[in-house]
């Protein structure tokens, strides 16, 4: 079986958070068997704003990368976006990796002024390339300096496209690292077909073999109320869905079981060459967190 790594998402989709709930995940996390600390951006929702995040992160862990898995740059200024992401990379002293997407959400152009004309593979392309030239050291202007602070890692925070089809993997190969994929249904077949995609692109264009990593939606117990709190959790997040499409969908997205179950579907994951599954939570309920870790401790 090939080694795989076990990364935690952050509970941010979920309601009423606060400080310390957040504190007490990320510190977990830091201090416990996980690969990396994740979390992605939305803006019209009531999350916190994912920069913000990335300083509080940096800030409450030591060791484990910080892994944002999704950020959308045409809702940035791609400067902007590139000081805060090098800022990020030097107070996590270079743990930081950054998947970039579109987005699924019309909703969250509007919300902050943005074009959802812009919401293509190649607007993101380019955004990208600023920020590398950023990260890089160039002037895009007269200035007397060029923008910083530096990254701690030379070039910036390593990229990942965070994608779910073979044609945005492709139109990726230029400028991402890896892949930072979502499954809803746990088919390993089909994700082994992206994977493969992704590994020939790399391999055509003569870079390294790309990073591989999904994820999914997971709730951990005996019984029903798993699934029931996968159901409500979906609820909550796919609030820009009709309801009953969501409960169309409700009974195969994400995961719902028991700990020895939990290891079951990730050793399948490990058989395909997965490096990372990064599990995404569907409550702030920490023993969720602690039964987690209990089943990551298996892969470490």
Not at 39 to 53: K, M, Q, S
Not at 171 to 188: H, N, P, Y
Request: proline share 7%; net charge negative.
């Amino acid at each position: 079986m090939t080694p795989v790594r076990i990364g935690m998402t952050m509970p941010v989709m979920e309601p009423d958070l606060d400080a310390d709930t957040l504190h007490s995940w990320a510190t977990t996390i830091d201090n416990g068997p996980f690969s990396s600390l994740c979390w992605g951006e939305r803006i019209a929702f009531d999350n916190p704003e994912c920069l913000t995040f990335l300083g509080a992160a940096a800030a409450w862990t030591d060791r484990v990368p910080l892994v944002m898995t999704v950020v959308v740059p045409q809702l940035h200024d791609p400067v902007m976006l590139a000081k805060s992401l090098a800022t990020g990379d030097m107070l996590s002293e270079g743990r930081l990796t950054v998947a970039l997407g579109v987005g699924g959400r019309h909703e969250d152009y509007r919300a902050v002024g943005a074009d959802p004309s812009t919401q293509t593979m190649r607007q993101l392309a380019d955004r990208a390339a600023t920020m590398k030239r950023v990260w890089a050291g160039e002037k895009l202007t007269e200035s007397v300096l060029p923008v910083g602070p530096p990254p701690h890692r030379k070039g910036g925070p390593e990229l990942h496209v965070g994608t779910t089809g073979p044609k945005t993997i492709r139109s990726a190969v230029d400028w991402a690292d890896g892949i930072a994929g979502v499954t809803l249904d746990l088919d390993t077949r089909k994700q082994d077909e992206l994977f493969d995609v992704a590994r020939s692109a790399w391999a055509e264009a003569g870079r390294a073999a790309p990073r591989l990593a999904t994820s999914f939606w997971f709730a951990i117990g005996d019984g029903d109320a798993p699934r029931a709190q996968v159901t409500r959790h979906l609820h909550h997040y796919m609030n820009w869905i009709p309801s009953d499409f969501v409960d169309a969908i409700a009974p195969t997205t994400g995961w719902s079981g028991t700990e020895a179950e939990l290891v079951e579907v990730l050793r399948r994951f490990a058989d395909i060459g997965t490096d990372e599954v990064q599990l995404i939570p569907t409550s702030s309920d920490p023993d969720q967190l602690r039964r987690a870790a209990d089943v990551a401790a298996a892969f470490d």
